[in-house]
């Protein structure tokens, strides 16, 4: 049985297959489009579905969307409704796209899969699951747990915003809801626009942001106070209820009332290029403080209704990978499995899971001893001759290695001299964080490094964290980590051993002052508190990126390395050799591997190139 996942039209549009309940493929559309958080119809990512299981659409038994449009429709018309006359303006926008597109979705679905292949619309069935069940099933079913708690949070689904269910078997059952226009997600949206980032993209800078917070500053606390006060009103079981005399979201063109978030916090909104003040940082910090406080409560709550030991998240929230790490060292729960692609994306899998098993009442793919994602290493995978042919055609000049493991050796070595490698291997990853195939590497002992990746070859803010990727039994030797974190979605704390004391003025010190003290033996990792977002590195899910820590390990007795994303500032992560060499190209990155093929930057004809691209710069 072959069901095709598939979410779009709101942002990162994706497609997943699954087999009788195995996930074959995966992978959002963005990366074949090259436009960031694509939201159009994933043709191209369902193509590349298609054509990884070997099938065609008249093979497929059921076409899964990732939510219900109709339901959708239906929470916009009471929403005007509610707050008439205001958002009349937005009203307008909105309707025709509604009227011409979305109530026909079942038209719009078959024109773009025809568009693909030909195919019996007849046989087609089309099914349409609830958002927040997408999402459930999304993190149970690939979950090693047999029965679990399964929290679900995001900014809006149809109605819902947040959800706990129980997942048991092949079974899920919602048991409590929380609906719109309450909702944690797009809380958490709103102060993302107020402090210029963008909303749907930017929440991960806010979080970054928050560190250079001071928890110990009076208007820390005022700001959290204001938040608890005046804006949201926080229930035990982590329940919210939101004032929306503040907010603008429910009928309007932007997130929240400027004028009554200027009187409330005392500062008006920051421009996007606008340089980052304290005060900036201390709200960014209060909004994460209260995020995490909700988390906390809504995980409690989960494990008194289920009685269950095991947790599984998903929804844009779960992404926070701090709120993650505060609630993992609570306890509430013996383990926790937060799907990879926990955002809208992941919607797509979630989808063609919940079909197979609710609706087909098929048995679930299950194992107690690992998840199902694959390492989430479900996207495309390149051949040599097709490398090749690639290279050849920009007069690229390369070495070959026959020995995986010279090139290993060849590569720590690279690294050790302070050299920055972009590391492309086998199937690209699915979800937000590159993973080890699609990979910038770097020493993270090099205490320039971070500066370096940021500002030469990212070319974003340089407040912005990277992440370690460390062998996953060699963790607690460099962090406070109890448990493995393969996906990079889980944040702790560096080991104390390896900290440099902090100054006695720390707190008040500019952002790069801060920013650029050494602050432990691995400084390019480790974050303004102290923290790190980590990635535990396993052989079993890929071999390529183990061995290549390891022969880092053997060299210079470090079993960390920096890992951030093969791509720069405004671009999706490179899906082919193509962009690889593109982006290596463009940027300051001194060397490149793509699979056994080691490219030294030096060594490549002039590059001569349009500056087109960088205007997309300005767009993350």
Known sequence: MYILGISAFYHDSAAAIIKDGEIIAAAQEERFSRKKHDAGFPSHAVTYCLKEAAVTIDQLDAVVFYDKPLLKFERLLETYYNFAPKGFASFLMAMPVWLNEKLFLKKVIRDELNKIQHFNKKKL????????????????????????????????????????????????????????????????????YYLGFKVNSGEYKLM????????????????????????ITIYEDGSVFLDQKYFNYAVGLRMVKDRHFY???????????????????????????????????????????????NLCLAGGVALNCVANGKLQNEQIFDQIFVQPA???????????????????????????????????????????????????????????????????????????????VGWFQGKMEFGPRALGNRSIIADARNPEMQKKLNLKIKFREGFRPFAPAVLAEDADKYFDLKTA???????????????????????????????????????????????????????????????????????????????????VRGEPVVCTPQEAYQCFMRTEMDYLVIENFLLYKKEQPLWEESDIWKNNLLTD
Not at 132 to 143: C, G, K, Q
Not at 278 to 304: D, F, G, M, P, S
């Open 125 to 192: 069935k089309l099914l349409f699951p609830e958002h927040h069940l997408s999402h459930a099933a999304s993190a149970f079913y690939p979950s090693p747990f047999h029965e679990a708690a399964v929290v679900t949070i995001d900014g809006v689904g149809e109605w819902a915003t947040t959800t706990i269910c129980k997942g048991s078997g092949n079974k899920i059952e919602i048991l409590k809801q929380l609906n719109f226009p309450n909702s944690v997600g797009l809380l958490y949206s709103a102060f993302t």
């Open 208 to 231: 970054g942001l928050a560190p250079y917070g001071d928890p110990s500053s009076a208007q820390t606390k005022d700001f959290m106070n204001a938040i608890k006060t005046k804006l």
């Open 263 to 309: 009187k409330l916090f005392g500062f008006k909104r920051r421009n996007e290029e606008e340089e980052l003040q304290q005060h900036h940082c201390n709200l960014a910090l209060a909004i994460q403080q209260v995020t995490e406080e909700i988390v906390i409560k809504l995980a409690r709550h989960a494990q008194e209704i289920t009685g269950s030991k």
């Open 342 to 420: 926990a955002g809208d994306a992941g919607g797509a899998l979630g989808a063609a899971l919940a079909s197979h098993c609710i609706y087909f009442e098929k048995e679930r793919k299950y194992s107690a001893n690992a998840d199902e994602m694959k390492g989430s290493y479900l996207g495309p995978a390149f051949a040599d001759e097709e490398i090749k042919t690639v290279l050849q055609s920009f007069n690229a000049k390369y070495e070959h290695y026959e020995d995986c493991e010279k090139l290993y050796h060849t590569t720590s070595s690279l690294l050790n001299e302070g050299n920055v």
């Open 485 to 567: 974190s393969p996906y990079m979605l889980l944040v702790q704390q560096v080991k104390k051993e390896l900290l440099n004391p902090v100054p006695e003025n720390y707190y008040q010190q500019t952002i790069n002052e801060k920013l650029y003290f050494q602050k432990s033996s691995i400084p390019a990792v480790t974050h303004i508190d102290y923290s790190a977002r980590i990635q535990t590195v396993h052989k079993e899910t890929n071999g390529a990126f183990y061995k290549m820590i390891s022969s880092f390990k053997e060299l210079t007795g470090c079993s960390v390395l920096i890992n951030t994303s093969f791509n």
